[in-house]
């Protein structure tokens, strides 16, 4: 004898497969990240969250843009950057990288 399969509705084989439901069934309240208070209105074009390195290196790359405009338009000094973001002389190097021009460094290094 085979197993007989009940007639149930389709809400009750939706609430049974919940977790596998296609995305038009499913219940999706939008409600963002720190980063914008809705996805649909996140100013990033990909998830932030959804990038290799994430959060994390759109800060650091954001941050670096910082650096080079203080060095470069403002005339700041590596040690007074790395003082001002709390990193290390060589991280504010790193930062700069072709900013700094060989022979063209700080002395306080």
Known sequence: ???VEADYSI???LAR???????EF?????EG?????????CPFP???YERPGGKQRWLKM?????????FTREGKEVKELASMF????????????????KGDRPKDE
Do not use: F, W
């Not at 990240?33 to 209105?41: G, P």
């Not at 060589?90 to 930062?95: D, E, F, I, N, W």
């Open 62 to 70: 954001m941050r670096n843009r910082e650096i080079i405009r203080l």
């Open 86 to 101: 709390g990193i290390s002389t060589r991280t504010v190097q790193r930062a700069l990288g072709a900013t700094l021009v």
């Open 33 to 41: 990240c720190d980063l914008a208070a809705s996805c649909l209105n």
């Open 17 to 23: 497969n919940e977790h596998d439901l296609p995305p």
């Open 26 to 30: 499913c219940r999706y309240q939008d």
């Open 1 to 3: 004898m085979g197993a």
């Open 11 to 13: 809400e009750d084989k």
């Open 46 to 48: 990909q998830c932030i």
